[in-house]
């Protein structure tokens, strides 16, 4: 049994982030990157990034697999081949070749493309109709740490409103302080709370005993 847990302090959403000046109309579907009229202008994330192994989860989900059964995912990916571009291992590289024009779509999570549209990049994101997946950003405190109460004191600053108010609109971060509401203008940069939880989630403690083969058998698909 366990004998830990971890409060969460905001959630991000998979989604799809693009080039603007390349796709006028916002993407609708994860699907869309199989297009044809993408070929050799998407990107992925590798599966040592969050970003990639999520998207290989919601991938599998989608072509009637799970996170425990991700074949499908690698038969999907593989039909997607002609269409890619490059594989990139930071968020900041996606920004480089999303900014070149080099690469044109690509899964993201929400918070990077709405940064880098403020920053004044040509880079949008859209959540696409499959409702993407939640990413939750968590809390820890260490057993036996010396400063437990200063820890809790910092966790329930995080957890205010104002707090959760400002990383909403900072860091495009849903807040989990349900006395707290994206104000309108963030609609469609940030996933409710309402949206968040409606969304599929992760048996992270599961993928943590197969991330190793994944990143194994995904570099050996993308050679």
């Known amino acids: 049994a366990r004998d830990w ?75 997607l081949k002609p269409n890619l571009k490059t594989v990139v291992t930071t968020s900041a590289g996606l920004l480089t070749v999303l900014q070149k024009e080099e690469v044109w779509i690509c899964p993201e999570f929400n918070h990077y493309p709405n940064a880098w549209k403020d920053e004044g990049y040509h880079v949008d994101w859209a959540l696409p109709k499959e409702g993407g997946l939640f990413c939750p950003l968590q809390f820890y405190i260490p057993k036996n740490t010396k400063n437990k109460e200063l820890a809790e004191k910092w966790i329930d600053q995080w957890l205010s409103e104002e707090s959760q108010l400002g990383m909403a609109k900072g860091m495009y971060v849903t807040p989990v302080n349900k006395n707290v509401k994206p104000p309108a203008e963030l609609q469609g940069r940030v996933v409710s709370l309402e949206q968040a939880l409606k969304m599929r989630t992760i048996d992270w403690e599961y993928v943590a005993t197969v991330r190793e083969k994944w990143i194994e058998d995904f570099d050996k698909l993308m050679k």
């Open 5 to 79: 847990y971890y409060p969460s302090w905001g959630f991000l959403a998979q989604g799809i982030g693009y080039n603007t000046d390349r796709i006028k109309t916002p993407p609708t579907s994860m699907w869309d990157l199989w297009k044809a009229e993408y070929k050799g202008y998407v990107a992925l994330q590798a599966i040592t990034q969050t970003v990639g192994t999520v998207f290989l989860i919601l991938l599998a989900y989608e072509a009637g697999g799970s996170e425990r059964n991700v074949e499908p995912a690698w038969a999907k990916l593989r039909e």
